[in-house]
């Protein structure tokens, strides 16, 4: 099993368990989108700053703060029910089609 599919089995085990699991992934579900959102925003700053330090430190910094990025992502996706295999199908219909085209295709927003 991937470490993001072990990951989202994880989150749904917790989101399942509601009250009774007392780990940080429930406390954020619990908050829903309100409480989760802010973490994604500030791991997302944190991961820019993390890739502009230089060097192999840097460099390594940055694979941590992206980790958090995720981790915080999937929680946020697992709150709206969203499943990686979903995300994973729409990138791939995204390939072949220029960013631009396929920014275009979605309308206002």
């Not at 399942?16 to 409480?35: F, I, R, W």
């Not at 700053?49 to 941590?64: K, L, N, V």
């Not at 791939?92 to 275009?104: I, V």
């Amino acid at each position: 099993m991937r470490p993001l599919d072990q990951l989202e089995a994880t989150i749904r085990q917790r989101q399942q368990a509601g009250e009774a699991d007392k780990s940080y992934t429930a406390k954020l579900l619990a908050g829903g989108v309100a409480k989760i959102g802010p973490k994604v925003t500030e791991e997302a700053a944190e991961v820019v700053e993390a890739a502009a330090e230089p060097d192999e430190a840097g460099r390594q910094h940055t694979i941590r703060e992206a980790a958090d990025v995720v981790y915080h992502l999937m929680v946020l996706m697992a709150a709206r029910g969203v499943e990686l295999a979903e995300v994973e199908r729409e990138l791939a219909r995204r390939f072949g089609m220029s960013g631009l085209d396929e920014k275009a295709s979605r309308g206002p927003n």
